[in-house]
């Protein structure tokens, strides 16, 4: 905690968690009153905070500020102190103080009409011709998808595999794909276009049961998702996707175990579950397509979701190959 003193006309700060009191240049008090948000020194001598490095400097001393070397070259470089920061707390890892029990690893249950997955054996493509072959495909037919292969897609790239109770991290839970401390942050939403014995809407993937559950028929929302993610992939799509994968973090998971770094981590999952979608899809003879841009607080709204409790943080499109109409 930091305080202020004004003795005259000197203000003096005061280090909560080092008692230290040190006297300090008066316009570092609008400086201390502006840093909650980012503002470059240029922008804050605008506003007439005009600030010497010197009294930075006492900043740095006193622990209030950091420094973060070659900061210069960094924004040459392209990149923007908040990304800066991230690579930071990447860079420290580790694990948060443990206040409360682990949350659970699965969400409460949607109320709506249950669909449960059909599954079956793994494609008898070889591992090497599904890498060999992999590619990301834009352009789709109009017959739609089986249902068969929505849940052999399910199945090997996102289902629950094991469970086990750890007495500190509570319930760890195993997917297909990789994902940081098992923590099983990442829930499934399958936006249904054109799915046999499906109708078209929103629905949960529940990953322990291995079946989705219908939250909504297809509405504006879903309407202005396919829209965007139809802009997001360009040119040269063709046609409209049978099924698009939401992929929405519940942070407080990874929060928990890992405290800011979580985020980082949440991201890195992805990455594990597009690759696993990418090689099934393709071992499938589906057109997959990963898309990275993001529109979390809209598609948070059409989910249902509050987007700070699960937010929306990847998608990743699965469509039957345009040749297929033939
Ligand atoms: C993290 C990630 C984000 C992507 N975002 C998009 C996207 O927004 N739109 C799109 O059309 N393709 C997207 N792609 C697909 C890439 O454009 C594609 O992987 C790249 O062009 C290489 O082609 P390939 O997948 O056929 O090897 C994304 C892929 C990844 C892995």
């Given at each position: 905690?930091?305080?202020?003193?004004?003795?005259?006309?000197?203000?003096?700060?005061?280090?909560?968690?080092?008692?230290?009191?040190r006297?300090i240049?008066?316009?570092?008090?609008?400086?201390?009153?502006?840093?909650?948000?980012?503002?470059?020194?240029?922008?804050?001598?605008?506003?007439?905070?005009?600030?010497?490095?010197?009294?930075?400097?006492?900043l740095?001393?006193?622990?209030?500020?950091?420094?973060?070397?070659?900061?210069?070259?960094?924004?040459?470089?392209?990149?923007?102190p908040?990304?800066?920061?991230?690579?930071?707390?990447?860079?420290?890892?580790?694990?948060?103080?443990r206040?409360?029990?682990?949350?659970?690893?699965?969400?409460?249950?949607f109320?709506?009409?249950?669909?449960?997955?059909?599954?079956?054996?793994?494609?008898?493509?070889t591992?090497?011709?599904?890498?060999?072959?992999?590619?990301?495909?834009?352009?789709?037919?109009?017959?739609?998808?089986?249902l068969a292969?929505?849940?052999?897609?399910?199945?090997?790239?996102?289902?629950?595999?094991?469970?086990q109770?750890?007495?500190?991290?509570?319930?760890?839970v195993?997917?297909?794909?990789?994902?940081?401390?098992?923590?099983?942050?990442?829930?499934?939403y399958?936006?249904?276009?054109?799915?046999?014995?499906?109708?078209?809407?929103?629905?949960?993937?529940?990953?322990?049961?291995?079946?989705?559950?219908?939250?909504?028929?297809?509405?504006?929302?879903?309407?202005?998702?396919?829209?965007?993610?139809?802009?997001?992939?360009?040119?040269?799509?063709?046609?409209?996707?049978?099924?698009?994968?939401?992929?929405?973090?519940v942070?407080?998971?990874?929060?928990?175990?890992?405290?800011?770094?979580?985020?980082?981590?949440?991201?890195?999952?992805?990455?594990?579950?597009?690759?696993?979608?990418?090689?099934?899809?393709?071992?499938?003879?589906?057109?997959?397509?990963?898309?990275?841009?993001?529109?979390?607080?809209?598609?948070?709204?059409?989910?249902?979701v509050?987007?700070?409790?699960?937010?929306?943080?990847?998608?990743?499109?699965?469509?039957?190959?345009?040749?297929?109409?033939?």
């Open positions: 905690m930091l305080a202020l003193e004004w003795i005259g006309q000197q203000a003096v700060l005061a280090i909560g968690s080092t008692g230290e009191r006297p240049d008066p316009v570092l008090v609008g400086l201390l009153a502006r840093l909650g948000e980012w503002a470059a020194r240029e922008e804050l001598r605008q506003e007439g905070i005009d600030i010497s490095v010197d009294s930075l400097d006492t740095v001393q006193l622990g209030v500020l950091e420094t973060s070397p070659g900061e210069n070259r960094a924004t040459a470089c392209g990149w923007h908040f990304d800066l920061d991230v690579l930071q707390i990447q860079s420290i890892g580790g694990v948060a103080p206040t409360k029990p682990p949350p659970p690893p699965f969400r409460p249950a109320e709506g009409r249950r669909i449960e997955l059909p599954r079956g054996a793994l494609p008898a493509m591992l090497a011709e599904a890498l060999s072959r992999r590619r990301s495909l834009r352009r789709y037919g109009a017959r739609p998808l089986s292969d929505v849940g052999v897609l399910l199945e090997h790239a996102a289902r629950v595999v094991a469970i109770t750890d007495s500190n991290l509570g319930e760890i195993y997917r297909p794909y990789a994902a940081a401390g098992a923590r099983s942050e990442l829930e499934l399958v936006m249904a276009n054109r799915i046999e014995h499906v109708v078209p809407g929103l629905y949960h993937y529940e990953a322990r049961e291995h079946r989705m559950i219908h939250i909504r028929a297809h509405d504006k929302g879903g309407a202005a998702l396919n829209a965007w993610l139809n802009d997001a992939m360009g040119q040269t799509r063709k046609g409209e996707p049978q099924l698009v994968l939401v992929i929405a973090a942070l407080e998971r990874l929060f928990w175990k890992y405290g800011r770094f979580g985020l980082t981590l949440a991201y890195q999952d992805v990455g594990c579950l597009y690759q696993t979608l990418y090689l099934l899809a393709t071992a499938l003879g589906l057109s997959p397509c990963a898309v990275g841009a993001g529109r979390a607080r809209e598609t948070a709204k059409w989910l249902g509050d987007e700070l409790t699960e937010t929306p943080i990847g998608y990743f499109v699965v469509g039957v190959p345009e040749a297929d109409l033939a």
